[in-house]
């Protein structure tokens, strides 16, 4: 069974930074994509970040680039989301998840997900 569990969220305030982990076990990832999404106050879930796991080739959303960094350990099977210049309005729940092939932007193409971790961003 495909288990991911997200960790590394907490409180921070605006310009700072926080690192979230996604420790992925239950099956080979070498063909595989990983995805981080958040789900803000009331909206809907939104894509954040993707990269493949073999290759590392990435995808970012417009509202993260040049502040967020999404990149993988191999060794330890974990995908980690490096956020820096933190606003507000990345304040969220982020959710690790996981599909077999290419990156996507979409979260109903990923198979499995963690259980989320929270982030919040004081002004």
């Known amino acids: 069974q495909v288990q991911l569990v997200e960790s590394g969220g907490g409180l921070v305030q605006a310009g700072g930074s926080l690192r979230l982990s996604c420790a992925a076990s239950g099956r080979p990832f070498s063909s595989s994509a990983m995805g981080w999404f958040r789900q803000r106050p009331g909206k809907e879930r939104e894509f954040v970040a993707t990269i493949t796991w073999t290759i590392g080739l990435t995808n970012y959303a417009d509202s993260v680039k040049g502040r967020f960094t999404i990149f993988r350990d191999l060794a330890k099977n974990t995908v980690f989301l490096q956020m820096n210049s933190l606003k507000p309005e990345d304040t969220a729940v982020y959710y690790c998840?996981?599909?077999?092939?290419?990156?996507?932007?979409?979260?109903?193409?990923?198979?499995?997900w963690g259980q989320g971790t929270l982030v919040t961003v004081s002004s």
């Open positions: 998840a996981t599909k077999i092939g290419r990156v996507a932007v979409r979260a109903d193409e990923y198979d499995y």
